[in-house]
């Protein structure tokens, strides 16, 4: 058992054939009355027990955090894939297998804690390493760049992309005016806005997103020297997206869709995994590099500065407890180990202060620490003392340093730099105090061309969706005209006039003073289009079953795809058993109208008699099922019955709408479809359909 969940073990309480009792020990005789002046009496103050369990109720909440309200989490472990001293002293990374326990939380940013999980947002990507010589955090996002370069612009920008302060609306989405007023004042939003408005703003699960560190930061190896790098996180099941109109879908019928598909995937065995990679800055690179590398909105493409992975990890056990793990869990920008340390990216010195300090109102006081899920798995010592909430029983007479009463401990580690003490970079500061931002910060639209240049056509449509959308919701036409003509005309002149003709916005472009614009290479790594696993493991395939269906060709099927790690869900018009046409009836997991096609990746359908197939021609939702699917760009096959999709819904037969006679014959051509994610070349004609 890992050092993590071993320590999690002595809080643990599972009350079986235990009576209860007060929090204080007293059994309790009756739980569902109040003790009264009769039965029929007013009930009595002196009545602790009932006091007691209504105050502890009245208390239950905590504030949820001011952005990333809404997240999930899981316990996991990180693999060192190498010894990694070279780079970094950093003990996680020391040698090859080492095993490091974990927990990692993802989130939306604008949310609250109740919203739902497939809004349009960056996503967080936050991750706590017990490390050996202390918790580590990397408190990153899915989009490798941020709105804003320097810290003391966060709290404005999250006010104007939260819900409007006058009717909290909308629930944690950006269609609106304040977020769009923001960014268009503030032309530095530029680059990670286009992220957002792309495919990466609408995740398919929780295990299909890439995340990133974001800032720059410093690798210090034990000889002092110090390496600047990114961190960078890629999933090993590839990096894939949902549809918009999925994306809305699904919020209404499943606002926890992926906290659902998270917990579900580890509870089956099928372990989410990332590869961890650093992204190497050596001075030669630096000097190519036409952006600063301090500067938080730019980042560092991977033909430029190679990608190298250093270690995975595993989520592999979800929490016992959501409120005590998920909830408690306090990340921090500052916890850092020897071995890694900050760059000056004033975005991320702001965020040093921020974190430790919002958890001090979120989890009450300064003894979060002593949270059991925040606890390091190492031993910890020193001075601090007292508090709200305070656990530990310091013993011996000495609260201080200096001291000769015990010893003079606890103390600092002697030779800090080399038995394992934390010592900053010792670089060699001599400035001037100033208010000033650097003048290598002031490009603000280069790399948004660069990202946008870098999509295939139909990410590029979906961007001009994304804002269309989006600015479609603002009601103030002055910010619609703003964005249009003062803000995406910077970015890319086609993406201004397609966005433009869908609001009826005529391009004019204003002026804007100061743009300093270089012609940047597109980055081929990062379309999605090259992100993808190569294999349908972890995908989810609906397996529309019925009475009189083939359930021998359900079963092949079945078992045909989980032999390629997918999961397939037998889903029935009602949760009821189906007779199959050779005999044996077939137990669905749920029906077609409560496991709706938009929470899978594909969709089957056996072979059936004529009597089947007819009552299928006249059945709305198992039609509806088929069209929606077809629109959302899946992965179809019919084993038989092709009637139906030739005479009754008339669809056209491509690479992803697969007929066949029997299992055998669609199955290479499904899973082959399936690897592609979504059937590309349908999307014109798909939106001819009304689904
Ligand atoms: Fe932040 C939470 C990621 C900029 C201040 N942030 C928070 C979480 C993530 C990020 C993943 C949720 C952690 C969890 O699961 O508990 N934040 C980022 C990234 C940023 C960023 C990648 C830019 C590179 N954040 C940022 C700035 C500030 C903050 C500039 C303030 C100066 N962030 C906070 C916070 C939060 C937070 C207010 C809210 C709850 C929390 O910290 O624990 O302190």
């Given at each position: 058992m890992d050092?993590?969940?071993?320590?999690?073990?002595?809080?643990?309480?599972?009350?079986?054939?235990?009576?209860?009792?007060?929090?204080?020990?007293?059994?309790?005789?009756?739980?569902?009355?109040?003790l009264k002046a009769g039965p029929r009496g007013p009930s009595l103050?002196?009545?602790?027990?009932?006091?007691?369990?209504?105050?502890?109720?009245?208390?239950?909440?905590?504030?949820?955090?001011?952005?990333?309200?809404?997240?999930?989490?899981?316990?996991?472990?990180?693999?060192?894939?190498?010894d990694h001293s070279n780079l970094t002293k950093a003990s996680f990374l020391s040698a090859k297998d080492k095993k490091t326990p974990l927990f990692a939380r993802v989130s939306t940013v604008q949310g609250p804690r109740g919203s739902a999980d497939t809004v349009r947002d960056v996503r967080g990507f936050a991750v706590k390493f017990y490390t050996?010589?202390?918790?580590?955090?990397?408190?990153?996002?899915?989009?490798?760049?941020?709105?804003?370069?320097?810290?003391?612009?966060?709290p404005d920008f999250v006010h104007a992309g939260k819900m409007e302060q006058q009717n909290e609306m909308p629930t944690g989405g950006s269609a609106h005016d304040t977020f769009y007023d923001y960014i268009s004042l503030k032309p530095e939003t530029a680059h990670t806005v286009m992220?957002?408005?792309?495919?990466?703003?609408?995740?398919?699960?929780?295990?299909?997103?890439?995340?990133?560190?974001?800032?720059?930061?410093?690798?210090?190896?034990?000889?002092?020297?110090?390496?600047?790098?990114?961190?960078?996180?890629?999933?090993?099941?590839?990096?894939?997206?949902?549809?918009?109109?999925?994306?809305?879908?699904?919020?209404?019928?499943?606002?926890?869709?992926?906290?659902?598909r998270l917990w579900d995937d580890i509870e089956a065995g099928d372990f989410p995994q990332w590869e961890l990679c650093v992204q190497i800055l050596s001075d030669e690179i630096i000097e190519k590099f036409e952006f600063d590398i301090l500067d938080p909105t730019k980042f560092i493409p991977e033909e430029l500065a190679p990608v190298t992975p250093v270690g995975r990890m595993v989520l592999n056990k979800n929490p016992d407890n959501f409120f005590a793990e998920t909830e408690q869990i306090a990340f921090c920008v500052s916890h850092v180990v020897p071995g890694i340390d900050f760059s000056n990216d004033p975005l991320l010195q702001g965020r040093i202060f921020s974190y430790l300090d919002t958890q001090l109102s979120r989890l009450g006081g300064p003894n979060f620490n002593e949270i059991p899920i925040n606890r390091p798995v190492c031993p910890f010592a020193n001075t601090q003392r007292d508090g709200i909430h305070r656990m530990t029983i310091n013993k011996g007479g000495a609260n201080y340093f200096p001291n000769s009463i015990d010893g003079n401990y606890p103390r600092p580690k002697e030779e800090a730099s080399v038995k394992g003490g934390f010592l900053p970079y010792p670089e060699k500061i001599d400035a001037v105090k100033t208010y000033k931002r650097s003048e290598t910060f002031n490009d603000h639209f280069s790399q948004a061309t660069m990202f946008w240049n870098s999509m295939s056509q139909h990410e590029k449509n979906h961007i001009v969706d994304g804002f269309s959308f989006e600015l479609s919701k603002v009601t103030r036409r002055n910010?619609?005209?703003?964005?249009?003509?003062?803000?995406?005309?910077?970015?890319?002149?086609?993406?201004?006039?397609?966005?433009?003709?869908?609001?009826?916005?005529?391009?004019?472009?204003?002026?804007?003073?100061?743009?300093?614009?270089?012609?940047?290479?597109?980055?081929?790594?990062?379309?999605?289009?090259?992100?993808?696993?190569?294999?349908?493991?972890?995908?989810?395939?609906?397996?529309?079953i019925f009475d009189g269906c083939d359930t021998e060709d359900v079963m092949s099927f079945k078992k045909e795809m989980e032999k390629r790690d997918a999961h397939?869900?037998?889903?029935?018009?009602?949760?009821?058993?189906?007779?199959?046409?050779?005999?044996?009836?077939?137990?669905?997991?749920?029906?077609?109208?409560?496991?709706?096609?938009?929470?899978?990746?594909?969709?089957?359908?056996?072979?059936?008699?004529?009597?089947?197939?007819?009552?299928?021609?006249?059945n709305g939702d198992f039609l509806h099922?088929?069209?929606?699917?077809?629109?959302?760009?899946?992965?179809?096959?019919f084993s038989g019955c092709p009637s139906i999709i030739k005479e009754t819904l008339r669809l056209k037969q491509d690479l992803g709408l697969i007929l066949g006679q029997g299992w055998r014959?669609?199955?290479?051509?499904?899973?082959?479809?399936?690897?592609?994610?979504?059937v590309w070349e349908r999307e014109s004609l798909a939106s001819t359909i009304p689904a």
């Open positions: 050092k993590k969940i071993e320590q999690l073990k002595c809080f643990e309480s599972s009350p079986k054939g235990e009576n209860s009792t007060t929090n204080f020990g007293v059994k309790i005789s009756n739980d569902e009355n109040t103050l002196e009545d602790f027990v009932f006091r007691e369990k209504m105050t502890h109720f009245d208390h239950e909440r905590i504030p949820e955090r001011i952005v990333h309200a809404r997240g999930s989490g899981a316990h996991g472990y990180f693999v060192s894939y190498a050996d010589e202390g918790n580590f955090d990397i408190v990153g996002n899915n989009i490798p760049v941020f709105f804003v370069q320097d810290a003391i612009s966060f992220w957002v408005m792309s495919d990466r703003g609408i995740p398919l699960s929780i295990r299909h997103l890439q995340a990133f560190g974001v800032h720059t930061y410093r690798l210090i190896n034990a000889q002092g020297k110090s390496t600047f790098i990114k961190w960078f996180w890629k999933p090993l099941s590839g990096t894939l997206s949902l549809l918009w109109d999925e994306a809305q879908k699904i919020a209404g019928k499943n606002g926890d869709y992926h906290r659902k910010i619609v005209e703003r964005v249009v003509n003062e803000f995406l005309i910077n970015i890319d002149k086609t993406l201004a006039e397609k966005v433009g003709k869908n609001l009826g916005v005529t391009v004019e472009p204003k002026v804007t003073k100061n743009i300093q614009k270089k012609l940047v290479k597109p980055s081929p790594a990062i379309s999605q289009v090259n992100l993808l696993s190569g294999d349908i493991a972890s995908r989810r395939i609906a397996v529309l397939v869900d037998l889903l029935a018009p009602s949760n009821a058993p189906v007779r199959g046409c050779d005999g044996p009836s077939l137990t669905p997991k749920s029906s077609w109208v409560s496991e709706p096609s938009i929470f899978y990746d594909a969709v089957y359908v056996p072979s059936c008699g004529q009597e089947s197939l007819e009552l299928l021609q006249h099922y088929i069209l929606e699917s077809y629109k959302h760009l899946k992965t179809i096959a014959d669609v199955v290479e051509a499904f899973t082959y479809s399936l690897a592609h994610h979504r």
